[in-house]
């Protein structure tokens, strides 16, 4: 797994590739996190294209970093979900949650 | 070189039939120490047995995920985050007879020697409720048909067993 943050406008957009799962998911929580609460940007994307499976301790950290955004009165926006990930979400109720777009261009005009 | 740990060996299960020639329908057997890194290398093993047995995508992703996440919580709960512990995935055919019926399947042990753990205080959290935690026992109950615990001696034995769609009975 592998995480790497940006800058795009008032944007941080979290690049994420690999399997989220119990081995790593404290890195990306504590990444994500760390991020929001040291940028308070207006909007936190994370770009879940290259992630090809997410545990639930990885749903968990994306609660988490929902919750830390919304303290922070920042949006907190999923994009590029794969089949896998968009599953785990609609079996734990929460795809509804979260703020969910295709693409980072759809992300940043919403 | 660490002295290599005894895995455990799985309890017999009362409704497996076994078929002629096989010997209790062993389909393959592992053996892993309760590392989270080798969580990956178990789930590309379920990944593509479910496959080669002829289960759908969705059902592929379920089994690997339920698998994935009965590993996390015993590496977790039963073994308190030690990560040299042993645990044994037995995987075999299974096969049950319904309304003249007869639906195959998988059948799954995971067996670990770690502390004895209180099943009727596993539950989910309720899933209306935002947080963290919790859900890998919804995901596990959601994928498949058959999840039963079993305590005996200083083993635990988790059974999952997932059936494939009816056949027809040609008998």
Not at chain 1, 56 to 85: H, N, P, W, Y
Not at chain 2, 13 to 18: G, I, P, T
Not at chain 2, 87 to 93: E, Q, T
Not at chain 2, 125 to 146: E, F, K, S, T, V
Request: aromatic letters at 6%; proline letters at 4%.
């Amino acid at each position: 797994m592998q995480i790497s943050t940006r800058r795009r406008d008032t944007a941080t957009i979290f690049d994420v590739s690999g399997d989220i799962d119990f081995a790593n998911s404290p890195e990306v929580r504590q990444s994500v996190l760390r991020e929001i609460r040291k940028s308070r940007p207006a909007r936190v994307i994370v770009n879940l294209r290259q992630v090809r499976y997410m545990d639930s301790s990885g749903v968990a950290s994306l609660i988490e970093g929902l919750k830390a955004s919304r303290d922070l009165g920042s949006r907190f926006i999923l994009i590029g979900l794969s089949t896998s990930a968009r599953e785990v979400l609609q079996l734990s109720r929460l795809i509804k949650v979260f703020e969910i777009y295709d693409n980072e261009e759809q992300a940043l005009a919403a | 070189m660490p002295q290599m740990k005894t895995f455990p060996r799985p309890m017999e299960s009362n409704d497996q039939q076994n078929k002629p020639g096989h010997r209790g329908g062993l389909l393959l057997m592992l053996a892993v120490y309760s590392n989270p890194r080798l969580l990956s290398a178990v789930r590309g093993a379920v990944e593509r047995l479910t496959e080669t047995l002829g289960f759908s995508a969705v059902q592929c992703r379920s089994i690997t995920r339920a698998v994935d996440e009965a590993l996390a919580n015993i590496i977790r709960h039963t073994y308190g985050n030690r990560f040299d512990q042993p645990i044994a995935l037995y995987f075999r055919s299974a096969k049950r007879c319904q309304q003249g019926e007869i639906e195959s399947g998988l059948e799954i042990l995971i067996c670990d020697r770690g502390r004895a753990i209180d099943m009727n205080t596993l539950r989910g959290r309720p899933l209306d409720q935002i947080r963290p935690g919790g859900l890998g026992l919804h995901w596990i109950r959601q994928a498949m048909d058959i999840v039963e615990f079993t305590r005996k001696g200083l083993t635990n034995q988790l059974r999952l067993v997932k059936y494939l769609a009816q056949t027809r009975n040609a008998a």
